[in-house]
């Protein structure tokens, strides 16, 4: 009978820890609200906007803030006010990006001064791209491959972001140093097939359904705003501000010069290839 006591005594303990409930209130400090300026220039316009922090409490998201002044110089002496357009909440210039010019913005608000610079470079010349198969083990995946090529004299760092019915679905700052030759190839993970199949509530954020239109946006990016990406990123698993794109007064956010390519397709399964039957596939590629 003795053998049984810590048996029973481990089962006991077990419901019990079961049946405790305690609701635990979590105090969240509360700071003052700091702006978030996120601005852009491009071969599109230029376009900035500028919200406020919230509390984590908070669910309310804030709209953009106008009565700034908002300045875009370059290097070639050239400069843009931008004007803020109070439906999107964003404050625009239908002037264009030249690649090679280095561009400053400076934002005054409330006595407040921010500044931050970026060069902007020449687009990546898209060779091929499209959706496939890709099997690994037993597992088929969902991928989707872009294959650029790039000047080896300049700075090869890019971005690409993939929207799903016009919401962001992937995103991804890289580089391309270390590369022998002229092709940079890119893979996005998408879903697997199994996921398609069961089609679980909990993973249609990630499953690609026949007819999603599919928009693929890249970025070439300089080093400054290749490095704020990365740690924007590693922010997301460690819970700590990214580097910090802006001088002057504290706030939050980026500012990126650069050129932008647009790709539009429609995903449907029967336009997909199988990955390693593709001449040109990444398992292909050599250095």
Not at 77 to 102: H, M, N, W
């Amino acid at each position: 009978m003795k053998r049984y006591i810590p048996c029973l005594l481990l089962l006991l303990a077990c419901l019990m820890a079961g049946s405790c409930k305690k609701e635990i209130d979590i105090d969240y400090p509360s700071t003052a609200p700091l702006p978030v300026i996120e601005g852009s220039v491009s071969n599109e316009g230029m376009e900035v906007s500028i919200t406020y922090t919230r509390d984590v409490t908070d669910s309310v998201k804030t709209k953009g803030v106008g009565g700034a002044l908002v300045v875009v110089s370059s290097s070639d002496g050239t400069s843009e006010t931008l004007a803020y357009d109070g439906v999107t909440g964003k404050y625009r210039s239908e002037a264009k990006g030249k690649p090679g010019l280095t561009y400053t913005l400076e934002v005054t608000l409330n006595g407040r001064h921010y500044k931050a610079v970026s060069t902007m470079h020449e687009g990546f010349e898209v060779l091929e791209e499209g959706f496939m198969w890709w099997t690994v083990l037993d597992n088929r995946m969902v991928i989707y491959e872009l294959l650029m090529s790039h000047g080896q004299e300049q700075p090869n760092y890019y971005c690409y972001r993939m929207f799903r019915n016009g919401k962001m679905y992937r995103w991804q700052a890289s580089d391309s140093r270390g590369r022998m030759n002229s092709m940079i190839p890119v893979t996005v993970m998408c879903m697997s097939e199994k996921m398609a199949e069961e089609n679980d509530e909990e993973d249609r954020e990630s499953i690609l359904y026949e007819g999603d239109e599919i928009e693929m946006q890249i970025l070439s990016i300089d080093r400054t705003t290749f490095d704020y990406l990365k740690s924007l990123a590693a922010s997301g698993r460690t819970t700590a501000n990214p580097y910090r794109n802006f001088e002057g007064d504290e706030c939050l956010g980026y500012f990126s010069a650069h050129s932008i390519r647009r790709i539009h397709r429609t995903f449907s399964y029967k336009d997909m290839k199988d990955y390693n039957d593709t001449p040109n596939s990444l398992m292909n590629i050599t250095d």
